[in-house]
C-alpha cells in the first residue's frame, strides 16, 4: 500500500510552547490529508480535514487557532499545536488518499505527544 | 445520529471461534467501504475494502447490504494475533469524504 510518514514519532514538550508534526506521502499525491488525536482506550476523533491549498476544515469543538493546520503541497501536511498544555498530550495521527473518489486513506504513525 | 456506528464491544471470544462485527452508515448514497485494524497504540491499517460482491481474504469476509445500510466483517478461527480495534469506513459525498467509525474491540483469548 501506500507509504505515509508522519514525524516526529514522539515528543516531549514543555506547557506553552508549540510543536510541529509533520505528516508526508511519499509515493502518491495527497490531495486531502486528515488530522486525528486520540485518547487511551479510546477511539479515533477526527480534528480537521485539509485538502491541499485551501484552509482546513475543522470538527466542531476543535480550536482552529490552538491546531493550526497547513497543507500547502501534495505531499506535506503539518499540524502545530500551540501553547501545548498538558491536557494536549494525546496520540496525532494523519491520515491522506489522493483526489480520487472511493479511495482508501492510509496513515502515518503517529506522533505520541507529552507535554510538560 | 452518527454518520458511522459500531457497536463498541469489547467482545470476548476463545481461540478458534467465529466472530462477526456490524457497522451502520446513515447516508444512502456512500459509495465505498472498508474495513481497518488498529493495533494498541499503532496507527489503523487497512484490513479490506468491501465490495458489493462480498469480499473474502482468509478467514475474514467483508459483505455490504445497501438495502440496510450497513456493513459487516467475520472472523473464522479466531487466533490471538487478531485481538485490536476493527474500524470500518464509508466514503460518502461522492466518494471523497472519509468516515470512520468509533470501532469495535476484540479480544481473543486463548
Known amino acids: 500500500g501506500a507509504v505515509v510518514s508522519q514525524h516526529p514519532s514522539r515528543v516531549i514538550c514543555k506547557s506553552g510552547t508549540s510543536v510541529k508534526i509533520e505528516c508526508r506521502s511519499l509515493?502518491?499525491?495527497?490531495?486531502?490529508m486528515f488530522w486525528y488525536r486520540q485518547f487511551p482506550k479510546q477511539s479515533l476523533m477526527l480534528m480537521a480535514t485539509?485538502?491541499?491549498?485551501?484552509?482546513?476544515?475543522?470538527e466542531q469543538g476543535v480550536e482552529k487557532d490552538k491546531f493550526l493546520i497547513n497543507h500547502a503541497s501534495l505531499t506535506l501536511s503539518t499540524l502545530t499545536v500551540t501553547s501545548a498544555h498538558p491536557e494536549d498530550s494525546s496520540f496525532y495521527i494523519c491520515?491522506?488518499?489522493?483526489?480520487?473518489?472511493?479511495?482508501?486513506?492510509?496513515f502515518g504513525q503517529g506522533t505520541r505527544l507529552t507535554v510538560v | 445520529r452518527k454518520e458511522v456506528e459500531q457497536d463498541p464491544g469489547p467482545f470476548n471470544v476463545p481461540e478458534g471461534a467465529t466472530v462477526a462485527f456490524n457497522c451502520t452508515y446513515s447516508?444512502?448514497?456512500?459509495?465505498?467501504f472498508f474495513w481497518y485494524r488498529q493495533d494498541c497504540r499503532k496507527e489503523p491499517k487497512l484490513l479490506m475494502s468491501?465490495?458489493?460482491s462480498g469480499n473474502e481474504d482468509g478467514r475474514f469476509t467483508a459483505q455490504l447490504n445497501r438495502a440496510s445500510q450497513y456493513i459487516s466483517l467475520l472472523i473464522r478461527d479466531s487466533k490471538l494475533s487478531d485481538s485490536a480495534t476493527y474500524l470500518c469506513?464509508?466514503?460518502?459525498?461522492?466518494?471523497?469524504?472519509?468516515?470512520f467509525g468509533a470501532g469495535t474491540r476484540l479480544f481473543v483469548k486463548a
Open positions: 469506513v464509508v466514503n460518502g459525498d461522492g466518494g471523497f469524504k472519509t468516515i
Open positions: 485539509s485538502n491541499e491549498g485551501s484552509k482546513a476544515t475543522y
Open positions: 509515493d502518491f499525491q495527497a490531495t486531502t
Open positions: 491520515s491522506a488518499r489522493t483526489g480520487a473518489p472511493n479511495t482508501e486513506a492510509f
Open positions: 447516508n444512502s448514497a456512500s459509495q465505498s
Open positions: 468491501v465490495y458489493s
